[in-house]
């Protein structure tokens, strides 16, 4: 294993994303391209379900393999020319016995696929005067954590309502991991009131860095996005958020301050597990 370099600089790709597959490939990556000549990222993160629009009725539309299908290969593609790795937000999977997942795919910079985790807590609400969705009406919820390794640093995956799930953060916290990276696409009733909340816990929960990517809002979509993807660091601290629109959010990720904040709040080893053990029944 590599050293660990201590620093890692991200690019968190607000993408506005439209019905026409072609032109969201083509604007995801003309931004990745942006991304790497102007400021020279190790790793690029994509939003929740960046080549469609985000809704039931069209994810069996939208759906690809992984990895023949042609957002799969469009990805593997840039990562290679631009020597980057691509967290590459979801896309609607064509998985095996007609199932279809959410389905984020993870790139090396030699373009090979690395990982690839499906999103295990569908998004199935119904708040009153709010918004209902049920994401349970066309997807197959995923059963596999999904852990990633980037220079020394141990980085787990959720996906959007995945943040919800505390224990979902702990079994990636409890396996080392430094980072948790959603891809997500909170709405305008849930994402003014958890968004930043829920990164904030996670980060503050787990002392890790917690990075989200959101689509840019489209007022016009069936589905109107919050936007204001961010990255929260171990203390808990926002160090940098997007507004509502397309937008390239660039960050320094600094993991020596990882360790800082476990030394000096040791609430992991402090826990009484003795008295309380949450996994059991
Ligand atoms: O948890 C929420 O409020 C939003 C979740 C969501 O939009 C999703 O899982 O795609």
Avoid at 59 to 73: L, W
Avoid at 247 to 276: A, K, N
């Amino acid at each position: 294993m590599n050293a660990a370099k201590t620093i890692m600089r991200l690019a968190l790709l607000q993408l506005k994303g439209s019905k026409d597959k072609a032109a969201n490939l083509q604007n995801a990556s003309q931004k990745i391209r942006e991304a790497v000549q102007g400021h020279k990222p190790r790793l690029i993160t994509l939003p929740e379900c960046f080549n469609c629009p985000y809704g039931t009725k069209y994810f069996r539309e939208y759906a690809e393999t992984i990895p023949n299908g042609e957002s799969s290969q469009t990805l593997s593609k840039l990562a290679k020319e631009m020597g980057v790795y691509i967290v590459g937000g979801t896309i609607p999977e064509m998985g095996d016995n007609d199932k279809i997942y959410n389905t984020c795919t993870v790139w090396s910079p030699e373009g090979s696929l690395i990982a690839k985790h499906r999103k295990m807590h569908l998004f199935d609400i119904d708040v009153k005067g709010g918004i209902r969705f049920k994401e349970s009406e066309t997807l197959t919820a995923g059963n596999e954590f999904t852990i990633i390794e980037i220079d020394g640093h141990k980085i787990g995956i959720g996906i959007c309502y995945d943040i919800r799930f505390e224990e979902m953060a702990k079994v990636y916290r409890n396996e080392g991991c430094e980072m948790l990276i959603y891809p997500g696409a909170f709405n305008m009733t849930t994402g003014p009131l958890h968004w930043e909340l829920l990164q904030r816990s996670r980060a503050n929960d787990n002392q890790l860095y917690v990075v989200t990517t959101s689509p840019a809002r489209d007022e016009t979509a069936d589905y109107v996005a919050y936007g204001h993807s961010m990255v929260v660091d171990p203390w808990a601290k926002v160090v940098k958020s997007a507004k509502e629109g397309e937008e390239t959010v660039v960050v320094d990720v600094d993991f020596s301050l990882v360790e800082q904040v476990r030394q000096q709040i040791p609430v992991y080893s402090q826990r009484r597990v003795d008295l309380y053990n949450t996994t059991k029944k």
